[in-house]
């Protein structure tokens, strides 16, 4: 696990920029969809990128990858990354981001597991000094935008 002073070094470290594009972004949240062998017709239907982001992540199929709201930037080489800002990892949830990685490589889809530990994680007060991810990023968020709980873990899907 790669260490970290705090979460905007972590995040930083992601390389997530001020471009997003939702096709590009829907293109590949589709692979991963084949991946994880989630039927068509159950993500097919759903337009949003928002949307399919969010069937994927809260299935019941036993396929989440993250434990709390996920989020997916864009680096400026196009790559996609999926993150969240967790407490901690339980072993399953990293064993299906290990599955996605391998099978994508297998297949030929350049995708990598990551895990950034930033200290913490802040309780209380101290969420107060916690992290907000700058406004120009541009980014798919479907929770908060500050980075507290002391680890991000995700998958890069490089371009």
């Known amino acids: 696990m790669e260490q ?5 070094d972590a995040f930083n470290s992601l390389n997530i920029g001020i471009r997003f594009e939702k096709v590009h972004v829907k293109r590949v949240l589709r692979k991963i ?16 990128m928002d949307a399919l ?3 994927l992540h809260n299935n019941t199929r036993g396929f989440k ?25 339980n072993n399953m949830m990293r064993d299906v ?6 099978i994508g490589n297998n297949i030929g ?12 994680p802040l309780l209380g007060d101290q969420k107060e000094n916690a992290f907000i991810i700058p406004e120009n990023t541009k ?15 995700g998958l890069i899907v490089h371009s």
């Open 65 to 89: 990858f993250l434990d709390k709201s996920l989020k997916i930037g864009m680096t400026s080489n196009r790559s996609v990354v999926f993150f969240a800002d967790v407490y901690d990892d």
């Open 33 to 48: 969809a084949d991946i994880l062998k989630i039927p068509k017709d159950e993500y097919e239907d759903f337009k949003a």
């Open 139 to 153: 980014y798919y968020n479907s929770g908060y935008r500050r980075l507290y709980r002391g680890h991000l873990f």
């Open 53 to 55: 982001a969010f069937k």
């Open 4 to 8: 970290y002073n705090s979460g905007e």
């Open 109 to 120: 889809i350049d995708i990598e597991m990551f895990e950034k530990s930033y200290g913490g």
């Open 97 to 102: 981001r290990k599955k996605i990685v391998d």
